[in-house]
């Protein structure tokens, strides 16, 4: 299959089916390139007794009118999402640059609110003149210079991967980032950026590799980068405490192997295990995914290697046996992931069939770890601001706050403030926008989700008939509501441990924080002493049906509202631990609010 797939490319290339290479041949050693053997596009090269799951489907070649039609911006994204990875292209394809084209106006699309195909392309057009306006401010001059550009502070010298640039690609890939950073002066440790952007620079023009970056970094739906030092540190501990659960014999097989110490030490470079360690072909195949799915698809490939580096440990063949004394583990792994004797594909299926890994267990874990992490005092006391802290400095504008004030029923300026030093330090970068309003927008159950669903985070806040105020800070969009299970079955439950309840009802303002946060960021090991079903009311943070809201549960309801939004009932809660909210537990509403921060690109 390997030869027939390579003599077809030849084919196509010598018959000027296509009229130019596959790769952007001014920006790379296209000799190189197309002497490199095609590996594979099958996942069956590789058998493997852990089956999680399904793998993907027979190999599925998409044609250029395919890529155009359902890789569109008004393409359903679950559809999307399957489509590309259940592709199985070589990276010698010609219609991968079409392909990421397509991804990347997808995302202008996305973000600009339009499914309509045209439209993406002015936004991307729009995007590439601000690209080419921002050179000729940086450089003087939009004529590429010969001589070295130097690179911005968020890269790290010593993680400039380039693959197979030559020196034209790797000027471009430098004047790139220092655009980039010129327009995102905010952002001071991106070390992942690089590497991302050279091999962009293999398919995409300068300009759309430009477009792609800048997409990447003010997404809100899937999220792509790690923007800071702390946030970089976080992401390699939460790898770790997810192989935990996802990879969790290797672990320990490998702990067996080699220390404690070594592990952690592997795991702090664990970006650099895709980035740096492994071949050309096989970074090609995960970027298909991550312009789709963003950097969860890191982590699935991260369990994927763990668990085929000790298969093959295991096998103890010649070329792996003893791989771990000789070379140590850090020197093992990068060994391996250099020479990994499965083809693109079969890493794509092994990593595709590890099941019930998502979002919302990435996000969970993410909180936790984070939490953990500051309580140990192992984050960097200043933010990627220079160490300004948003919470007491980024308040919102006077005009902002007065608007609040003076159209809510429920916030006096005093309680806005104090909710806002609250917030998460990146949330307070929103703006609070009063979306949804019982006095405005009626008393409805199906307003409250069609005007809140859009946002992310959001701030609910009630006024009951007492004039009693408390609230709840929700770090998930409603819009999870509708999310289905591993079983097809429609989410319960859903939300993170960043959520909080608060009161100004009974004297001093009162925030009452997640458990396991309170719990000096235990986490699931502080809950090891629990029953599951113990440990799972710790969980409960938002549930939203069609007849009741829910904020907090496990033998009773931090708020509950009833289907007419007119009545509820607030209780002491396994997930927050707190008491009940007003005076009398059970409350009529006088006013609802929600507030949110983030509009998302729905």
């Not at 852990?50 to 911006?73: A, F």
């Amino acid at each position: 299959m390997n030869d027939s797939y390579e003599d077809l490319i030849n084919k196509i290339m010598a018959e000027g089916l296509f009229d130019r290479s596959p790769f952007q041949t001014d920006a790379v050693e296209e000799n190189k390139l197309l002497s490199l053997p095609c590996p594979p596009t099958t996942a069956q090269d590789f058998s493997d007794e852990e089956h999680d799951g399904p793998s993907s489907t027979s190999p599925n070649q998409l044609t250029s009118e395919q890529i155009r039609t359902t890789l569109s911006p008004a393409a359903e994204e679950k559809n999307v999402k399957l489509i590309v990875r259940h592709q199985h292209m070589h990276f010698k394809s010609p219609l991968r640059s079409q392909m990421w084209k397509a991804l990347y106006l997808r995302m202008e699309g996305i973000a600009g609110n339009t499914t309509d195909a045209l439209n993406a392309a002015s936004l991307a057009d729009a995007t590439a003149s601000l690209y080419q306006e921002t050179i000729k401010t940086c450089f003087s001059t939009q004529d590429l210079k010969s001589e070295e550009i130097g690179l911005p502070s968020f890269v790290e010298d010593k993680l400039t991967q380039s693959y197979y640039l030559n020196n034209r690609g790797k000027l471009t890939v430098a004047r790139v980032l220092s655009c980039f950073a010129y327009n995102q002066p905010d952002i001071q440790y991106c070390p992942m950026l690089y590497p991302i952007a050279s091999v962009l620079r293999h398919y995409l023009s300068e300009e759309d590799t430009y477009g792609l970056l800048a997409i990447m970094a003010a997404s809100k739906r899937a999220k792509y980068l790690y923007l800071s030092k702390n946030e970089f540190d976080i992401a390699a501990m939460t790898a770790y405490e997810l192989s935990q659960k996802f990879a969790r014999k290797h672990l320990v097989y490998l702990e067996v192997s080699s220390s404690h110490e070594e592990i952690m030490n592997l795991f702090n470079n664990w970006l650099w295990w895709i980035f740096h360690y492994l071949p050309f072909t096989h970074v090609v195949r995960i970027i298909d995914c991550y312009l789709v799915e963003g950097y969860k698809i890191f982590y699935r490939i991260g369990f994927a290697l763990l668990r085929i580096f000790v298969k093959y440990l295991r096998l103890g063949t010649s070329k792996w046996h003893g791989l771990i004394k000789s070379r140590g583990l850090v020197g093992g792994f990068m060994y391996f992931c250099t020479e990994i004797p499965v083809s693109p594909d079969a890493l794509m299926a092994k990593a595709f069939r590890i099941r019930r890994f998502g979002r919302a267990e990435l996000h969970k874990t993410y909180i936790q770890t984070q939490v953990q992490m500051k309580t140990d005092g192992r984050l960097n006391a200043f933010n990627r601001n220079g160490g300004r802290s948003l919470s007491n400095d980024n308040l919102p504008s006077p005009q902002v706050v007065d608007n609040i004030t003076a159209t809510s029923t429920t916030l006096t300026y005093k309680a806005l403030i104090t909710l806002w030093h609250w917030l998460p330090e990146r949330m307070t970068m929103g703006t609070p926008e009063l979306i949804y309003s019982s006095n405005e927008h009626g008393i409805s159950m199906n307003t409250f989700y069609t005007r809140s669903e859009p946002w992310e985070p959001t701030i609910l806040v009630i006024k009951t008939t007492t004039r009693e105020v408390f609230g709840t800070y929700c770090s998930s969009t409603w819009a999870t509501r509708n999310e289905k299970d591993d079983q097809g079955n429609r989410q319960q439950y859903f939300g993170t441990g960043e959520s909080f309840l608060f009161s100004f009802s009974q004297g001093s303002p009162s925030k009452y924080p997640w458990v396991n946060a309170e719990n000096n960021g235990e986490g699931a090991e502080g809950n090891a002493h629990l029953t599951k079903a113990e440990a799972h009311k710790k969980e409960l943070f938002m549930c939203g049906k069609h007849d009741m809201i829910a904020i907090g549960g496990g033998d009773g309801n931090g708020i509950l509202l009833h289907e007419g939004l007119t009545q509820g009932k607030t209780e002491k809660c396994a997930t927050f631990n707190n008491p009940p909210l007003c005076q009398t537990g059970d409350f009529s509403v006088a006013a609802i609010e929600v507030y949110g921060l983030f509009k998302l690109d729905f």
